[in-house]
C-alpha cells in the first residue's frame, strides 16, 4: 500500500506541476499590466508546459497499449544492428557534447528480428539517453550488440552515477527516480516504456549497476530461426 501511495505521489506531483505553471501565466495575464514581448514569453511558457503534459499522457497510453499488445499487428521483419547503429549516430553528437565517448560494438548485420521498428527506435533511444543523462562529462558509455543465435542481446553500460540497490528494483515503475535524479531532466516513464517495448517483443531486461562507478542495461530479444538458421517470418 505504501508503494502505491508512493507512485501516486510520484504521479500526482509529475502533472501538476506543469498544470500550475500554465495556471501561474493564465492568472498574471488576466490581472497583470504586461508588454506584448511579455505577454508572448508567457504564450510560450505555456505552449511548452501543455506540449510537456501531452507528450507525459501520450507516453503512458503507450506503455499501456504496448502492455496490452495492441501494437502486435505492425511487426515487420528488422535489421536489429541498422537500428542500433543507427541510434548511436544521433546519440554521437549528443554525447560529444556533454563531454562524453560513446562506443559502438555491434556484430556484422544483418541480424533479422520481427518487431516494431518506432519502438525499437524508442527502446534502443531511451537507454542512450539514461546513459547520456546520468553520466557525468569525462564519462564513456558503450552499446554491444550481440547474437546468441536464440536472441539478440543489446547492452549499453555507462561509467555514471549508478543506482543504489535501494531503487534498483524500482526503476522500471512509472514516474519512479532516483532522488538524486529527481533534478535531472525527465518524467520517469522512460523506462517503464523500454520494459513494456522489450515485454511485447517477447524478450527481456536486466540491469546491474553500482553506485560511483556506473550501470549497464541488458536487452535480450527473441530471434525466430528455423533448424536451418533461417529467420522465421
Ligand atoms: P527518467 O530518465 O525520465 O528519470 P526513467 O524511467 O528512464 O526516467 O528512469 C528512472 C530512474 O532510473 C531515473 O530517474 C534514474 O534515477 C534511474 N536511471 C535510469 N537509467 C540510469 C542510468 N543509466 N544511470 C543511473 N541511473 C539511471
Known amino acids: 500500500v505504501s508503494e502505491l501511495r508512493e507512485v501516486t505521489n510520484h504521479i500526482a506531483h509529475d502533472l501538476r506541476s506543469p498544470i500550475t505553471r500554465i495556471r501561474g501565466m493564465a492568472e498574471t495575464t488576466m490581472t497583470g499590466e504586461q ?3 511579455e505577454y508572448r514569453e508567457m504564450a510560450e ?3 511548452e508546459e501543455s506540449d510537456r503534459l501531452v507528450g507525459m499522457i501520450n ?6 497499449m504496448t502492455e496490452a499488445g495492441g501494437r502486435v499487428a505492425a511487426r515487420e521483419e528488422i535489421d536489429i544492428v541498422r537500428v542500433a547503429e543507427s541510434a548511436c549516430e544521433i546519440f554521437q553528437t549528443i554525447a560529444e557534447d556533454r563531454g562524453l565517448t560513446l562506443m559502438v560494438d555491434c556484430i556484422q548485420g544483418p541480424l533479422v528480428i520481427r518487431g516494431n521498428l518506432s519502438q525499437l527506435q524508442r527502446m534502443i533511444s531511451n537507454l542512450l539517453d539514461n546513459a547520456c543523462k546520468f553520466t557525468p562529462p569525462g564519462g564513456s558509455i558503450r552499446l554491444t550488440l550481440q547474437d546468441t543465435k536464440t536472441h539478440a542481446v543489446i547492452t549499453v553500460a555507462d561509467t555514471g552515477i549508478g543506482i543504489s540497490d535501494q531503487d534498483l528494483p524500482r526503476i522500471f515503475e512509472q514516474f519512479y527516480r532516483a532522488d538524486r535524479s529527481r533534478s535531472t531532466p525527465g518524467n520517469g516513464l522512460g523506462l517503464s516504456h523500454v520494459k513494456a517495448i522489450v515485454r511485447a517483443h517477447g ?3 536486466q540491469v546491474e549497476s553500482t553506485p560511483g562507478k556506473g550501470s549497464s542495461f ?3 530479444l527473441p530471434i525466430e530461426r528455423d533448424q ?3 529467420v522465421q517470418s
Open 35 to 37: 508588454t506584448i514581448e
Open 45 to 47: 511558457i505555456v505552449v
Open 59 to 64: 507516453v503512458m497510453l503507450d506503455i499501456a
Open 203 to 205: 524478450g527481456e531486461i
Open 218 to 220: 541488458t536487452v535480450y
Open 228 to 230: 536451418q538458421g533461417v
